[in-house]
T-cell receptor, first 112, second 114 residues
Framework: EDQVTQSPEALRLQEGESSSLNCSYT??????LFWYRQDPGKGPEFLFT???AGEEKEKERLKATLTKKESFLHITAPKPEDSATYLCAVQARGSGTYKYIFGTGTRLKVLA | EAQVTQNPRYLITVTGKKLTVTCSQN?????MSWYRQDPGLGLRQIYY???????DKGDVPEGYKVSRKEKRNFPLILESPSPNQTSLYFC?????????????FGPGTRLTVL
């Protein structure tokens, strides 16, 4: 069964304290792995797409990496405005190739 | 402005009273999808549509119907809502030819079924 697990569920950081969020996945064949940011009361906003192991993407203080079993979202020197829930999702190959499976997210709080 | 819109944003209804949540996108996207978001369960896909008149079930389709008669619209229909359908609903769309294959999400519809 295709599955996505995110850890930790919640994370509190001091401003400037770097850390990583984890997304472990089990899929029959990975078509793509996605990271989204979700602010309270809003829809998810796209951050990154990763397609193959070894791939890395960067945007400002965020860097996403991918292995065959997991993805990491590294946050370098976070600021309070980085506080949000970060969602990981996978799209699997095979039948239902346009199905998406989301993890339950990591709630990040960055303290000033 | 490129966007996905949903209406209504908030809805309180009673068990068994049919309702429709509308979703519209102005980006000419082929793919559209509905999700529900519940605490501890994350986003779960209800239905998706690859194009006009083409729809398929996601992971939690029971109790829901969809239709795709026009490319821009993808309404979600609850013919006989029940309290376990109380949730936050998101519509999303994406192009099938983009590089990132990212989904664009609407602002959400918070539904309460009493």
């Amino acid at each position: 069964e295709d599955q996505v697990t995110q850890s930790p569920e919640a994370l509190r950081l001091q401003e400037g304290e770097s850390s990583s969020l984890n997304c472990s996945y089990t899929v029959s064949g990975l078509r793509g792995l996605f990271w989204y940011r979700q602010d309270p009361g809003k829809g998810p906003e796209f951050l990154f797409t990763l397609y193959s192991a070894g791939e890395e993407k960067e945007k400002e203080r965020l860097k996403a990496t991918l292995t065959k079993k997991e993805s990491f979202l590294h946050i370098t020197a976070p600021k309070p405005e980085d506080s949000a829930t970060y969602l990981c999702a996978v799209q699997a190959r095979g039948s239902g190739t346009y199905k998406y499976i989301f993890g339950t997210g990591t709630r990040l709080k960055v303290l000033a | 402005e490129a966007q996905v819109t949903q209406n209504p944003r908030y809805l309180i209804t009673v068990t068994g009273k049919k309702l429709t949540v509308t979703c519209s996108q102005n980006m000419n996207h082929e793919y559209m999808s509905w999700y529900r978001q519940d605490p501890g369960l994350g986003l779960r896909q209800i239905y998706y549509s690859m194009n006009v008149e083409v729809t398929d079930k996601g992971d939690v389709p029971e109790g829901y119907k969809v239709s795709r008669k026009e490319k821009r619209n993808f309404p979600l229909i609850l013919e006989s809502p029940s309290p376990n359908q109380t949730s936050l609903y998101f519509c999303a769309s994406r192009s099938t030819s983009g590089i990132h294959n990212e989904q664009f999400f609407g602002p959400g519809t918070r539904l309460t079924v009493l």
